[in-house]
């Protein structure tokens, strides 16, 4: 039981020891990634939101979340694919849920009693074709839009893309040509405000 | 308008951005309203792209990776506050178990403690003269689920020393009986002694039994009947 006791405090103190070296590695190791994938986080939270402040928040919170989650990742080479999962995901969540209180909001406003809100940007020609094409890309379905954002990033190639996403290159091809043909049939109707820009 | 024919093959060249070629081209050069089709939808198709560029690549802000650095050292520092507490804590109750387990058999009292604590009266011979008194309410009533484990030891010590008489639990539903009893034998004192009298100790002895003891025996031959020998054989003679 002496022994016990003695050697209780000792291991305690190596194991923390460990611990902390352990996360030390680990931190170090994101930190590497963190330069180069965190703009690409950012990116993808900001082709969904299309809001610069909501995209940074998301980013962070998928940052982190990949941080916590670090160590289950076997294969580092494929962080950048799993980096972009997780922020095209917490994104679509962060859109939904502004969604939702968007509608609770609306309701409970009772819009129809209040006069229709135009900003300046929705007036502007070229501001309003950029709201349609953004009403167009969420309504893709998510596959389609996720390979079309990282496809329009600069300095991603399709080759990229297919290791990211852990697709073939094929597949990232199709996805991309269906998403412009979709987008293109959404916004034909809008096609004189081009003529406009 | 563009020919229904073409309309299909324009838009696909249009989103692949591929030049036109073959039949398409030799139609695109002949058909004005093709041509003109031809061109809105590579229009299009460039104002998609250049509107998917703008929004992909908007400028990252400078203040994102020093914010996430920020709350990874949060984050961990949580983590490490959440971690040592619970340490200690793991460590304290295993500590704490250790000790329950070293000083258990020192205060190890038997399950039957309540048995005990009715102090029912030792065999003692009563002085000549002695006046039994049981009152009715030195009589404590035990609850219906007696739950001899947790029964507080203490409780009954205090009581008992509390008061001089003794205490015996009784069942509620014996309550009256023991009453009726105690009042018989306020009356009676002679009972109450008799209660009280000790036991003729009687101390173990061996038991031995004496041998059986049997008169000597004497065969008679039974009268009228006739003696049957055999020799073996099985004849009978």
Not at chain 2, 18 to 40: I, K, N, Q
Not at chain 2, 62 to 89: K, M
Request: aromatic share 4%; proline share 7%; charged share 25%.
């Amino acid at each position: 039981m002496q022994e016990l006791v003695l050697n209780q405090p000792v291991s305690t103190a190596r194991s923390e020891l460990v611990r902390e070296a352990a996360q030390a590695d680990a931190r170090r190791e994101f930190e590497e990634r963190l330069a180069e994938c965190g703009p690409l986080a950012f990116r993808v939270a900001r082709g969904v939101l299309r809001n610069t402040a909501d995209a940074e928040d998301v980013a962070q919170e998928a940052l982190l979340r990949a941080y916590k989650s670090f160590h289950r990742l076997r294969d580092r080479s494929r962080f950048r694919g799993w980096l972009v999962r997780i922020s095209f995901r917490v994104a679509l969540d962060r859109l939904r849920s502004a969604k939702r209180r968007e509608q609770r909001d609306t309701l409970w406003a009772k819009p129809e009693h209040l006069p229709p809100v135009a900003s300046a940007e929705e007036i502007a020609a070229s501001k309003q074709f950029q709201g349609h094409l953004d009403r167009a890309l969420e309504e893709l379905p998510e596959k389609l839009r996720l390979v079309l954002l990282l496809s329009a990033m600069d300095g991603y190639t399709i080759e990229e893309i297919s290791s990211m996403m852990g697709v073939p290159l094929g597949t990232v091809k199709s996805r991309i040509f269906i998403a412009r043909k979709k987008l293109a049939e959404k916004l034909r109707c809008h096609a004189n405000t081009i003529k406009m820009r | 308008m563009p020919c229904e024919h073409y309309k299909d093959a324009l838009i696909e060249v249009a989103a692949s951005g591929a030049t036109p070629s073959g039949e398409l081209y030799a139609h695109l050069d002949a058909c004005t309203s093709c041509r003109d089709a031809f061109v809105e939808e590579q229009t299009l198709f460039a104002a998609i792209d250049s509107g998917l560029h703008t929004a992909a690549n908007t400028e990252v802000p400078v203040s994102l990776l020093p914010r996430v650095r920020a709350r990874l050292d949060e984050a961990i520092t949580t983590q490490r506050h959440w971690i040592q507490p619970l340490g200690f804590a793991s460590a304290g109750v295993a500590l704490a178990f250790l000790l329950l387990l070293i000083v258990r058999p020192h205060g190890n009292v038997p399950n039957n403690v309540p048995k005990q604590t009715p102090a029912a009266p030792t065999p003692m011979a009563p002085a000549a003269g002695t006046h039994i008194e049981i009152s009715p309410s030195s009589i404590q009533v035990a609850s219906t689920t007696p739950n001899l484990l947790h029964t507080p030891r203490t409780s009954t010590v205090k009581h008992s020393a509390a008061s001089s008489h003794p205490e015996i639990l009784v069942p509620p539903d014996e309550r009256e009986g023991l009453a009726q009893l105690v009042a018989m034998l306020n009356q009676h004192k002679d009972f109450a002694a008799a209660f009280l009298a000790p036991r003729p100790e009687k101390k173990d002895a061996l038991v031995t039994v004496d041998p059986l003891l049997i008169s000597d025996l004497e065969i008679k031959p039974l009268e009228g009947t006739e003696t049957e020998t055999s020799d073996g054989t099985g004849e009978r003679h």
